[in-house]
């Protein structure tokens, strides 16, 4: 038998996971990666973090958690594999199964023959066509060779404009301000991460950047960036910002002009459309990474959401596939995690405002908690938001942001979504407790238990959000802090009471009848203790307000 | 209609958890508890750390996180209901429904009615019958008390000796090493945390105990303790050790004795049997918490295993199906952690040796990885077992031992086993990715590949300890590091042969057709690809070492 001839177009992280499985499950075929670029398999996430100078050796995106650099000699020598590096596939010959392939030094072309092809073609950062665009100084942040680029002008820079408020525009903030650089980043929606947060948990990112000094711009989006040569401001329909650097970080999207000329299906997104084997419209042609879309697992939609543990997903299960091992790829949750400034930021599955759109009859709910036991060392607080259905219980989603461990309950959520569970599975989970990982009750069990108080009916509550809009548009709503005045007096919420909830009982006359009142206290577990002692009472509009203190996104009283 | 009257025995967390709740659910009941002791609603699992001194005031362990002492006055303020302290139930009259009561300061009695009943009555250390238990001195860890008299001591004591490997024994070492105390650990098992461990995962753990200076004794039953008055020494089979403390820690029993003489049924375990509502044989009488058996959700088996985490499930649930909100308690997991000096464990579901008992045809695998992205500051080396069914491809449990963070993972898999995943569920799941958090492949989800790998044919592997004791037992095995050479010089497993994997291919003839060849690199994954090399090649009895270096729980060589 013939060996099989496996080309695998683009070597960063889909491709080249592709290629090491590949060689693992068949020892015999000859396998070849082609890529445009000298720099094979880096890690892209790790970038800002260079910028930040957080590590010295941008080449350590390109290694080996033992050290070695993968290059065309690592993938040869220990993988077992060939790389064509500065190698560019200009078209495939889906009939005849070839593919033509030009160096890029030489400019020499050949027609090299596959039995499958793998295309891990990749994303390519979005540059509007506007005015001053091309200047010095104005770039993604994708390559190495952008990352040295930043890095470079940052060694001069005064000012910065970031253009986007995503994941790579909020880390390089944080970095270039780390550098000592002032930084705007002006974003066109009205909240940063507006695809994956809620307002109210983007709201909290706002004041973490705010407070750590950067410039921030909602709902101002660029008209043109000016110099002479150089970047010298960026302007927008309300002012105008000097910058030595502007990263452009409004998004990417999918390299599929080889797919598209080679008449391969394109889904609803612009990606590549594959089925849950990876496999193109062409069943020879498999497609993997970031140019291809993926099913959101809760709602069932096409999305592109392009992502590094994604990609490295489907480098294996390509492969499997490929190698006659059938696996499928059940879709993505859309999770995703970024650290900004001292704010842990994680999310999975859907928003309450993704909910409402794809017409859920949804509902959620809001919770703080400390992320351990309250008492070790480093206890700091975290922002749980709970989506579910109201129908089924089904969880639908998560949000955490904090201080805090947000990860470890985006991962269960994960796991939770993944599998299918209602948040009252969710909350009988049998966590690991001990005082340095978490509480007796862990924050996400507690933040399950107060959702499901709501869908019972027993909890009435609102959103420090809702609160805050409700006064902003002034309607007459009390405030109501049920805190110790030692609390009170460190920290509290503009415009509120005081009525710690251990003397409520008996001073029950203080409370208006015909105003909505709003009790909170740290947490919210008093507020909603406030809330059931005035219902009894006969009470009614009495709404606790979710999350407490902890979860209020706007400036405190201290 | 009437009052209801709630009594609840116990007020400590399950007791508290149930009455806060029932309280929120029903504003009329007479809810009261009764306590032995004037310290309720106080956490112990904080109280090594108080040992630690890593809190200078013990009161903090029964403070909210708002800093509000949880006594009796706010219990009646603040969560509205009664509570007796210095208080002991003597007898149940279940015909009458009535509890006798004795007040353990005036020792007067008196019978109070009830429509419900609670029982909360906890656990008791268990001290065995052995010459000098009695000494001044020697004594458990349960109560806030215990902290106290052990803080106490603490302050001269040159010398400790813990008798159990248990958490509380653990967390204890680390406390008095801390402190500057000579700490002598007796277990009787060959290992500690026994029946939470397999030996591979607690082999870290004694590596990290000695390592930081402890006196690590295994299989050494106590036989007496000694002293005039006050301890001096502690007598094994095989020696005798300095004490001027003896902190007993050999592990707890529930307190049913109330519940035995009144009739109510004990389960197999000796604990209070309750059903899934927390019910016991007679359905006006409740048992939560410490005092009563739980079932196994893996094995099904009912399992004493006492635990704050679900303690204060119980007392929820409890106070539910109390007020008509029926709800059933799934069961438990065995998921706890632990912090040992620097190394957290964590672990859930069955280990492998309990799947082999309770009959499962199973497979385990060890996977070592980092715990974030490897270029990130403060990455860290974790070491994971997962253990699964073969058949149904169900995952039955893991371990999770490093210095990196554990309990997410354990977190992630209590998540995965109270849902029924599979093994191949696990892999795909789309765990949140960023440098500061996990790698692009979490952990979790290289030790699910790996896994497959084993359960489909393509690894063949040994654990290292399975590696280190046939070669103790003289068996003929090359051990055969892959590495490079500068890993190599760093630190090295004693008697492995190096011959990098780049260099294998062309150097087969260097290995031996006729020994067991047991190939390893830093986590194994070169071991694993060494291993499909020379499988390829045609050699036969390969099997690379699991977790490689990392996972080596022996000493090495540097």
Not at 418 to 432: I, M, N, P
Not at 440 to 467: H, P, T, V, W, Y
Request: charge should be negative; aromatic fraction near 6%.
């Amino acid at each position: 038998m013939e060996k099989r001839n496996i080309v695998i177009i683009g070597g960063v992280a889909a491709g080249m996971k592709a290629a090491c499985r590949l060689r693992r499950l068949d020892a015999q075929a000859n396998i070849t990666v082609i890529d445009r670029t000298k720099d094979i398999s880096y890690g892209a996430c790790p970038l800002p973090y260079y910028i930040e100078g957080l590590y010295d050796d941008l080449n350590e995106v390109r290694k080996t958690p033992a050290g070695v650099v993968r290059d065309e000699g690592f993938f040869s020598k220990v993988k077992g594999f060939n790389t064509l590096t500065r190698c560019e596939a200009t078209a495939i010959d889906r009939q005849q199964r070839t593919l033509t392939i030009r160096n890029l030094d030489s400019c020499e072309e050949q027609t090299i023959p596959y039995d499958c092809l793998v295309m891990a073609t990749g994303n390519t950062p979005i540059l509007p066509p506007i005015s001053g665009i091309d200047l010095k100084g104005v770039l993604p942040l994708k390559t190495m060779d952008h990352a040295a680029q930043i890095d470079s002008l940052a060694q001069t820079a005064k000012n910065a404009v970031i253009v986007g408020g995503g994941l790579i525009g909020l880390e390089v903030a944080e970095a270039l301000t780390h550098r000592g650089i002032n930084v705007t980043l002006l974003e066109m929606k009205d909240q940063v991460m507006a695809t994956a947060l809620d307002f109210s948990s983007a709201a909290l990112v706002h004041r973490e950047l705010r407070n750590k000094g950067v410039n921030l711009r909602l709902a101002e989006p660029l008209q043109r960036i000016e110099g002479n040569g150089s970047v010298e401001r960026v302007v927008t329909d309300q002012g105008s910002y000097d910058a030595d650097l502007v990263l452009m970080a409004i998004g990417v999207r999918p390299v599929v002009d080889l797919a598209r000329d080679a008449g391969i299906e394109l889904g609803t997104t612009g990606a590549i459309a594959v089925n849950d084997q990876m496999q193109t419209s062409d069943p020879a042609i498999y497609a993997i990474g970031d140019c291809v879309e993926s099913t959101d697992i809760i709602s069932g939609k096409k999305v592109y959401i392009p992502l590094g543990s994604t990609a490295n997903k489907h480098g294996r299960i390509a492969a499997n596939n490929i190698c006659g091992q059938i696996e499928h790829f059940p879709g993505i949750l859309g999770s995703l995690a970024v650290k900004v400034f001292d704010l842990n930021v994680a999310r999975t599955g859907l928003s309450a405002e993704d909910a409402q759109l794809h017409g859920y009859d949804s509902i959620s709910h809001t919770s703080s908690s400390p992320d351990k036991t309250h008492l070790y060392p480093g206890c700091q607080s975290i922002v749980i938001k709970l989506v579910a259905d109201r129908k089924s219980r089904k969880l639908l989603g998560a949000q955490v942001v904090g201080t805090g461990v947000v990860d470890k309950r985006i991962d269960i959520m994960v796991t939770a979504l993944s599998l299918g569970a209602t948040v009252d599975q969710l909350a009988q989970f049998d966590l690991c407790y001990a005082p340095p990982f978490a509480g007796a009750m862990d924050a996400i069990l507690q933040a399950a238990n107060a959702l499901r108080n709501k869908m019972d009916g027993m909890a009435d509550s609102m959103s420090a959000c809702e609160a805050y809009q409700r006064i902003q548009q002034g309607e007459d709503i009390l405030l109501l802090d049920v805190r110790s005045p030692a609390e009170y007096d460190e920290i509290r919420i503009p415009g509120a009471t005081l009525l710690p909830l251990g003397a409520l009982r008996t001073r029950l006359d203080e409370i208006p009848k015909d105003r909505v009142v709003v009790p909170f206290c740290k947490v919210s577990l008093r507020g909603f203790e406030a809330q059931l002692i005035l219902q009894q009472a006969g009470f009614t509009n009495i709404r606790y307000m979710e999350g407490g203190v902890l979860s209020w996104p706007y400036e405190y009283e201290q």
